[in-house]
């Protein structure tokens, strides 16, 4: 059987952090995520309210990295939870119990308030930069390629 979820939305609130009785981190929070298509007599899309739950490193991972409004990708399960209410009702959740969580948008820009891109530093002890052209594995590429001449004739 399979049961393996991915999604990606916007967090509805904080992440709340709490800890079991034996200390094991536990993040909940809730997804809001809109579906593809749009309401025929609004225009407007139709978004779910998700509730997730990500345990251990990736909890506290959330906790300290993510808050309201933040884009996040979710790789998880799906699961069913059976519980009651305070009138004695017996009652079903469905959560995604996380195992994986990633940014789904860039770092928040400071001044603005917009996203912008992370910028890293470079390292204290980094080679000077080359102005060989690299191929995509960070080597010089030199020769490799000979020039091509248009001579008006496709080869297809």
């Known amino acids: 059987m399979l049961n393996r979820i991915v999604l990606m939305g916007r967090l509805a609130r904080d992440p709340e952090l709490r800890h079991t009785q034996a200390g094991v981190p536990v993040a909940s929070f809730r997804l809001a995520v809109d579906r593809d298509f749009r309401d025929k007599s609004t225009g407007e899309k139709a978004t779910d309210w998700i509730d ?27 699961q069913m939870r059976d519980w009651t209410d305070r009138d004695g009702n017996k009652r079903t959740s469905a959560e ?8 789904g948008d860039s770092r928040r820009d400071g001044d603005g308030g917009g996203y912008g891109g992370y910028q890293q ?12 052209p690299m191929d995509g594995y960070g080597a010089p590429m030199g020769d490799q390629f000979a020039e091509l001449s248009d001579d008006g004739e496709l080869p297809f």
């Not at 530093?121 to 060989?132: E, G, K, L, Q, V």
Request: glycine share 6%; no cysteine.
């Open 52 to 78: 997730v739950v990500a345990w251990r490193q990736t909890g506290e991972f959330v906790s300290k990295y993510f808050t309201k409004g933040r884009m996040a990708v979710v790789e998880g399960r799906l």
């Open 96 to 103: 995604v119990v996380a195992d994986n969580v990633y940014f």
């Open 121 to 132: 530093s470079a390292p204290a002890h980094s080679a000077p930069a080359s102005t060989a």
